[in-house]
């Protein structure tokens, strides 16, 4: 009786001390600037959750400086191919339009502290223009939120090769424009933030998101989880891939 008692408690140990110290957890919401009742009700979510605004909206840069002066991280969600529009990125285009495009958009989104992918499938599989784009963005002091809309990108490998700050989206909220759906989802992240010590979400201002956070978000520390500003999950992770992106902390796309 006494060995297995403390077989038991050698095992629970292990366990222990196998697990993450903390789990933390970063939140962005995608395609804000489209719609002011929306974009209100999502800087209204209690916490550290990052904005990431579209060049190509209405109030991009009105919501950019409220959001600022609410102090929350801006980001600049940029346009790539399959993506559409005057500030979006494809890859036949020269490097001195897209450096153009950018600074365009950057000029809309003041405030932007770094910039994530919106759409990007075919772009942000092209080496060259994302080996460009990273130092680009070192240059200017900014980060790299790599969305991962696509298996074959290497954006954060290109930003993992020359040391700029950046982390990768491990769950997407809304694939599934359900409140069942997306509440799964957010379980899921809690789960992977447990396993791996952290998880970064990706959802959009869509009314079924909005509601599932409003309710979720204050329960988070109830479930042993930490929602983190997006600058300290960049130093959480300091620039390692997470086990689904790499080996080693490495990236696979390299």
């Not at 009742?37 to 904005?51: F, I, K, Q, Y």
């Amino acid at each position: 009786m006494r060995y297995l008692l403390c077989l038991l408690l050698c095992l629970l140990a292990g366990v222990a001390q196998a697990a993450p110290a903390k789990a933390y957890m970063s939140i962005i919401i995608d395609d804000l600037g489209q719609s002011s009742e929306r974009d209100s009700r999502t800087l209204a979510l209690p916490g550290p959750v990052t904005l990431a605004i579209m060049p190509d909206t209405p109030h991009a840069s009105d919501f950019a400086r409220q959001a600022h002066d609410a102090k929350r991280t801006v980001i600049l969600h940029m346009p790539m191919d399959p993506a559409t529009g005057p500030y979006a990125w494809h890859p036949e285009l020269p490097l001195d339009e897209l450096a153009k495009r950018l600074q365009a958009a950057l000029t809309k989104v003041p405030y932007a502290a770094g910039i994530n992918n919106h759409m990007g499938s075919r772009m942000t599989a092209q080496r060259e223009p994302m080996a460009w784009l990273m130092a680009e963005l070192q240059r200017r002091h900014l980060f790299f939120v790599d969305s991962r809309t696509s298996a074959a990108t290497v954006a954060a490998a290109q930003a993992q090769e020359i040391g700029l700050a950046q982390v990768s989206r491990d769950v997407f909220l809304d694939d599934v424009r359900t409140v069942e759906a997306i509440r799964a989802q957010l379980q899921l992240g809690i789960a992977q933030a447990r396993k791996q010590g952290s998880a970064v979400l990706i959802g959009h201002p869509y009314p079924q998101t909005l509601e599932v956070l409003e309710q979720e978000l204050p329960r988070l520390h109830s479930q042993g989880v930490e929602l983190i500003d997006l600058n300290q999950m960049i130093a959480e992770r300091g620039n390692q891939a997470m086990p689904a992106h790499g080996k080693h902390g490495r990236y696979s796309n390299r």
